[in-house]
Structures are given as structure tokens and as C-alpha cells.
């Protein structure tokens, strides 16, 4: 079964300074993967994804992730932090038949002024 | 608006009560979806629906009970609540099944439910 492991619930980062979150997945197919953002008291909203093709993919608000097949990763960056990126962070894959997603536990990103 | 709204956004209720968080989305989108969130398990499928009258088990489906008579509304029961459904439920639909494609999945707001 498709599985993503996101270590780390918590992670700060100060205003100005990169930011990475890691995600490692386990998937049977190719996988499609994903990043969604939780902003508080909200639902989650889709950040940016890999399907096919070009292994750096850019998503709103700065972010970027790189597919690397051989370490089975997909992690997100941000060169500069800004207090409006303090939200929660899941990773997803897709499962084999490409009709559902399968969550990491998240990242609680805290941006110090 | 158009959108995805759940109500109420908060609920309390007793162990043993029958409570039902509604959904309601405008996109006329096919496919919807309930999610449950929890510290440190992520978001988890209870159940989906492909269309109205269509639905089915998700990961964690036990104690629940979806139905969707009308496309644009897919209410979620608790037949007898317990401690350990106290959660964050969220609500999503999808123009398509194939999220896993990369349709995005668009969320509501959530319900905040606790039962004591």
C-alpha cells in the first residue's frame, strides 16, 4: 500500500530562512505526489504536485518540491520564510488505482520573527 | 458563495447520541469525500462517493454512515458516538475520482466535534 512518512510534527524556522520539510514515500506504482497546506481553522488546499515530466515542480507562494526517485523523496522548500507561511503542511501520495490520496501526518511549521 | 461548507463548525455531543455533520458543496462536483483529522495520524478517508446513490468505505469507516441522495450534499452520521470519534472532520470534493491524478481536492472549513 501507498504510505508517506513526514518525521518531524514540528518544525521552526526563522523569517528570512529556508525552509524544508521532508517526505519519504513508499508507493507500488509510479507515484503521483502532492503537497497540501492548512492554513488555521481551515481545510487544506492543494500547494503543488508531481505527476510526470520535469522533476522540480513549483507550487504557490515560493514553494518548490523535487521528485528523486532513487531516494524515494519528495521534499518541500522555500528559500525565504515569511510569517504568513506558519501553517501545517501534509504530504500525499496517490494510491494504485489513482483515485485516492494518502496523507503524511503533517508538519506544524513555526515561522520566529 | 460558491463553495464547500460544512456545519455546524462546532459540536458537542454525548457518548451513545446519533449526530449527523452535514456537507454542501455548489461546484455540482461528482465526487465527495469525508476525512477525519487527529494529532499525529494525519487525515484519514472514513467514506467517498463517486456520484449521488454511490458510495464507499474508506480506511476508517466503522461507526459511520454516509448517504447521498442529491450530488451537492453527502452528510456524515455517527449512529452512536464515542469518545474516540472526537475529532476534526473534514469534508472535500473532487470534479473527478482521480484526485490521485492531481484534480485537487477543494475542503471545507471543517467540524470540530467532541464527544464527552
Known amino acids: 500500500a501507498q504510505s508517506v512518512t513526514q518525521l518531524g510534527s514540528h518544525v521552526s524556522v526563522s523569517e528570512g530562512a529556508l525552509v524544508l520539510l521532508r517526505c519519504n514515500y513508499s508507493s507500488s506504482v509510479p507515484p503521483y505526489l502532492f503537497w497540501y497546506v492548512q492554513y488555521p481553522n481551515q481545510g487544506l488546499q492543494l500547494l503543488l504536485k508531481?505527476?510526470?515530466?520535469?522533476?522540480l515542480v513549483k507550487g504557490i507562494n515560493g514553494f518548490e518540491a523535487e521528485f528523486k526517485k532513487s531516494e524515494t523523496s519528495f521534499h518541500l522548500t522555500k528559500p525565504s520564510a515569511h510569517m504568513s507561511d506558519a501553517a501545517e503542511y501534509f504530504c500525499?501520495?496517490?494510491?494504485?488505482?489513482?483515485?485516492?490520496?494518502?496523507f503524511g501526518k503533517g508538519n506544524q511549521v513555526v515561522v520566529i520573527p | 458563495d460558491a463553495g464547500i461548507t460544512q456545519s455546524p463548525r462546532y459540536k458537542i455531543t454525548e457518548t451513545g447520541r446519533q449526530v449527523t455533520l452535514m456537507c454542501h458543496q455548489t461546484?455540482?462536483?461528482?465526487?465527495m469525500f469525508w476525512y477525519r483529522q487527529d494529532l499525529g495520524h494525519g487525515l484519514r478517508l472514513i467514506y467517498y462517493?463517486?456520484?449521488?446513490?454511490?458510495?464507499d468505505k474508506g480506511e476508517v469507516s466503522d461507526g459511520y454512515v454516509v448517504s447521498r441522495s442529491k450530488t451537492e450534499n453527502f452528510p456524515l452520521t455517527l449512529e452512536s458516538a464515542t469518545r474516540s470519534q472526537t475529532s476534526v472532520y473534514f469534508c472535500?470534493?473532487?470534479?473527478?475520482?482521480?484526485?490521485?491524478?492531481?484534480?485537487?481536492?477543494?475542503f471545507g472549513n471543517g467540524t470540530r466535534l467532541t464527544v464527552t
Open positions: 508531481y505527476t510526470t515530466g520535469a522533476t
Open positions: 461546484w455540482s462536483h461528482s465526487y
Open positions: 462517493s463517486a456520484a449521488a446513490d454511490i458510495t
Open positions: 500525499a501520495v496517490s494510491d494504485r488505482t489513482r483515485s485516492r490520496l494518502a
Open positions: 472535500a470534493s473532487s470534479d473527478t475520482t482521480r484526485t490521485g491524478e492531481g484534480s485537487p481536492l477543494h
